[in-house]
C-alpha cells in the first residue's frame, strides 16, 4: 500500500502518476465510485471525499478504512489532508474531519510508503524513492 497526502490543489494526481505510473484514467474517484470499487482499485484519488461519503450514508469509516487495509494491500490512496486550520463550529463537520483523520493514520499506518505533496514537490515521510 502506498499514501500520498496533501493539501487541495498540491499536485497529489500529478506525483501518482510520475511516482507510481498510473494514469489518472485508471484512478477510482472517492467522490463518485461505487463504495466497492474501493476494494480492488489500483488508485483511489480524493479517499477523503470517500470518507465523507461513508459517514453521510451511516457506513462506518473507520471498518471500510480498515477493511480497505486488509483486502487491496496493493493499492495507492490519494487524500486531501484536512486536519489544519479552525476547528469547525457544526457538529458533523467535526465528526468528518477527525474520520478523515484517524483513517489517514491508519492508512499511513498499513503503507510502505507515505509522500506528502507541498507545491508539487513530493516529500517521502515514510519509505524511500528506491522503494517504488
Known amino acids: 500500500m502506498k499514501m500520498i497526502i496533501g493539501g487541495a490543489y498540491q499536485g497529489k494526481v500529478g506525483c501518482a502518476t510520475k511516482l507510481f505510473g498510473i494514469d489518472e484514467e485508471a484512478m ?5 465510485c461505487d463504495f466497492d470499487e474501493i476494494f480492488t482499485a489500483v488508485c483511489i484519488k480524493s479517499y477523503h471525499k470517500a470518507i465523507a461519503r461513508f459517514v453521510a450514508q451511516g457506513v462506518d469509516p473507520i471498518a471500510f478504512t480498515k477493511r480497505l487495509c ?5 493499492v ?8 489544519c486550520g479552525i476547528v469547525p463550529i457544526v457538529k458533523a463537520e467535526r465528526v468528518k474531519r ?11 499506518e498499513n503503507s510502505d510508503t507515505v509522500v506528502r505533496v507541498i507545491c508539487g514537490i513530493p516529500v517521502y515521510l515514510k519509505g524511500t524513492p528506491d522503494a517504488d
Do not use: F, L, P, W
Open 28 to 32: 477510482t474517484n472517492g467522490s463518485t
Open 70 to 74: 486488509e483486502e487491496n494491500e496493493d
Open 98 to 108: 477527525e474520520a478523515t483523520g484517524r483513517c489517514g493514520c491508519m492508512i499511513a
Open 76 to 83: 495507492v490512496v490519494i487524500m486531501d489532508e484536512i486536519g
